[in-house]
């Protein structure tokens, strides 16, 4: 089974509408991070959680609002989606001290119309 | 934000070939990460380097930590099919608080 699983993995949504990315993890990890990817631009950091009491917003944070409902859990909301939003979404993971490495999951592909 | 130079943007090779990438900056790296990502996939993690002039390989992939601290290179030997992908390098900074600076990916394309 995968350690970092997302839901869904393709989602297309209407202009305005209210949507939920989910994230979850076996890797027993306590920091969890949201990056879009789109063509051209690389992977961008939108929100990053360090614990279940710990938020930080990332580069492109605006648009976005993000909940850890759990140590293994973080979802990412767009809370009036827009065509602009129209990306690659990845949740990652990593340990709490001493490495830097992320472990990423499949991807969400959200296409807003 | 900070970028990392990522070179060449694609290659194309022949199966059997060795290639070569880099990912430079202006900034110093305490840490340089290697990932793939397969069409429809996310990243995975190949080689993670922590110290300068480091070189570490897995299987048939060697990454080096540059001894500036400022760039990294990725060298893949006798190319096979399945090494199409787009290889991506990331960077960590001091006082980055666990943040990665990533590169904007090499499209390797590997001709039968």
């Known amino acids: 089974d995968a350690d970092v699983t997302q839901t869904p993995r393709n989602r297309i949504t209407k202009t305005g509408k209210r949507i939920m990315l989910e994230c979850s993890q076996t890797?027993?990890?306590?920091?969890m991070y949201w990056y879009r990817q789109d063509p051209g631009l690389g992977l961008r950091l939108i929100y990053y959680?360090?614990?279940?009491?710990?938020?930080n917003k990332g580069e492109i944070s605006d648009g976005y609002s993000v909940s850890r409902q759990a140590q293994a859990k973080f979802s990412l909301s767009l809370e009036s989606a827009i065509p602009n939003q129209t990306a690659l979404y990845f949740c990652?993971?990593?340990?709490?001290?001493?490495?830097?490495?992320?472990?990423f999951g499949p991807g969400t592909r959200l296409t807003v119309t | 934000g900070q970028q990392l130079n990522q070179s060449p943007q694609s290659m194309f090779i022949q199966e059997g070939e060795d290639v070569s990438m880099n990912c430079t900056s202006s900034?110093?790296?305490?840490?340089w990460l290697w990932y793939k990502q397969d069409p429809g996939e996310g990243p995975v993690l190949l080689i993670a380097?922590?110290?300068?002039?480091e070189l570490t390989s897995n299987g048939r992939l060697t990454a080096q930590f540059g001894t500036t601290r400022k760039d990294s290179f990725l060298n893949i030997s006798a190319s096979i099919p399945s090494d199409v992908g787009i290889y991506f390098c990331?960077?960590?900074?001091?006082?980055?608080?666990?943040?990665?600076?990533f590169g904007k990916g090499t499209l390797l394309t590997v001709n039968p």
């Open positions: 900034s110093i790296f305490n840490t």
């Open positions: 990331a960077g960590q900074r001091g006082g980055s608080n666990y943040k990665l600076t």
């Open positions: 959680s360090f614990d279940v009491k710990d938020i």
């Open positions: 890797k027993g990890h306590d920091r």
């Open positions: 990652a993971t990593s340990t709490a001290g001493g490495s830097y490495e992320q472990y």
């Open positions: 380097l922590y110290k300068a002039g």
